[in-house]
């Protein structure tokens, strides 16, 4: 997702990130665009196959999300956030859903599973970006005096942002010796100005202030 500080959102540079992460999710796409923000995903199929299981998915436009992993026990947290006739899709994404839309991030304490999601709340102005406790799901995030990016991969953010690529030292050093992409506790990457969020953490950003906190709380 791309949330744009003084500029209209741009569809062609969401499709190109979505295009940069084609494979991660070949069998669908979905965009939702939203006076200065938008939202783009990739859907690998997995739970209900049916065009109901499409993201970013919402209910009434208020609350959005776009999801990328699985919750082992969904089917057993059904129940307590709705009434089984009040679902639309058989999907863990819809549970997920739910559950932010009651409880918030709290939630996810019951949550049995792995994964990185945004969660868009328009009458708060406020986006939530998750990361399961042990960090299967990967999430990165690029943020300057314009815009604020967020992906599962770093090559979907670079593929729109245009400028050259800024190597850490301490980094390029950590991946000569080990030959793996390093990270570090404090959330730096590789590259000099991509972040990754910490497993465990939250990440709310506020729309009216373009500003953000990240919290352990998971």
């Known amino acids: 997702g791309i949330i744009y500080k003084r500029t209209s959102p741009k569809i062609l540079e969401i499709k190109k990130m979505n295009e940069a992460i084609k494979h991660r999710g070949p069998d669908d796409e979905g965009i939702y665009k939203f006076e200065n923000i938008i939202l783009g995903h990739r859907r690998l199929s997995i739970l209900d196959l049916s065009e109901k299981g499409r993201q970013p998915m919402s209910n009434d436009g208020r609350y ?8 082992y026990n969904y089917i057993e947290q059904r129940d307590r956030f709705g009434q089984q006739d009040s679902y639309r899709t058989t999907s863990d994404t819809e549970v997920l ?19 990185a999601f945004g ?21 990165f995030i690029y943020s300057d005096n314009e815009n604020f990016i967020a992906s599962s991969e770093i090559k979907s953010i670079y593929s729109i942002l245009g400028t050259k690529r800024y190597i850490q030292r301490r ?48």
């Open 119 to 139: 969660f868009m709340d328009f009458q708060e102005n406020e986006l939530l970006l998750s990361r399961d406790p042990f960090g299967k799901k990967p999430l």
């Open 171 to 218: 980094a390029l050093m950590g991946f000569l010796m080990s030959k793996l992409m390093p990270t570090f506790d404090d959330g730096e990457t590789l590259y000099k100005d991509v972040n990754f969020l910490p497993g465990g953490a939250n990440l709310k950003f506020d729309l009216r202030k373009f500003s953000y906190k990240i919290s352990q709380d998971n």
């Open 64 to 71: 959005w999300i776009i999801y990328n992993g699985e919750i």
């Open 97 to 115: 859903f739910k559950a932010l839309i009651m409880k918030g991030s709290s939630c996810l304490r019951t949550m049995n599973g792995m994964w």
